[in-house]
């Protein structure tokens, strides 16, 4: 999961408004500039004194879940700052249990804050491999009914498997070749995207059970 584009891959800075929300397949040939660009150009806009806090969201309990524990840990293997802050790996994953415990955590740990949701998700089978980037918070738990907490000033979802029936089973039941190879992705554009815009490695922080 160590395939991240080269240290030196530069992006220019264009004075470009807001981008879209993005949705694109994880297979497309490009798919690491998409994501990057957009990515890129969500960061440049966040203040230089305001943190930004990645919240990757799951269990490795569920091959389906895991996408964001999965994400977290490739990113944690490989950055460090004191503007960049970590919260989810395979080994800390943020879930339903501790989610809202997180959240107060960063509330009372980070004032304003840019939080990052990172998220797997349940959509139409010809939605399945998509990789969703927009504004707002995303909802965990609520493709399984779960009253859960929102969190995200941006979310990054993958959908990674078919939703509407049984889906504890179906995500149970997602193969894990598929969601290893969209996380790979979303953590390679998100490392990207931090190198040019705060030079940042990313600072794992609280650890929650």
Request: proline content about 6%; overall charge neutral; aromatic content about 6%.
């Amino acid at each position: 999961m160590r395939s991240i584009l080269g240290f030196g891959t530069r992006i220019h800075n264009e004075q470009q408004k807001a981008p879209s929300p993005l949705k694109v397949s994880y297979t497309e040939p490009n798919i690491n500039e998409i994501l990057t660009k957009q990515l890129y150009h969500i960061f440049s806009a966040v203040p230089a004194e305001q943190e930004i806090i990645l919240v990757c969201v799951g269990t490795d309990r569920s091959t389906g879940d895991s996408l964001g524990p999965l994400v977290g840990t490739t990113l944690n293997k490989l950055v460090d700052t004191d503007r960049v802050f970590l919260f989810g790996t395979l080994d800390h994953p943020v879930h339903a249990v501790n989610l809202r415990d997180t959240i107060h955590a960063i509330e009372h740990r980070h004032p304003n804050p840019f939080i990052v949701a990172i998220d797997a998700c349940l959509g139409q089978l010809s939605s399945v491999g998509i990789i969703q980037i927009g504004d707002g918070p995303v909802k965990p738990g609520a493709g399984v009914n779960k009253d859960l907490p929102s969190i995200g000033n941006m979310h990054v979802t993958g959908i990674v498997n078919v939703g509407g029936f049984m889906e504890y089973f179906v995500l149970q039941n997602t193969r894990l070749s598929i969601v290893m190879k969209m996380a790979e992705v979303i953590a390679n554009a998100i490392y990207i995207a931090l190198m040019n815009t705060r030079q940042a490695s990313v600072t794992p922080f609280l650890k929650l059970d």
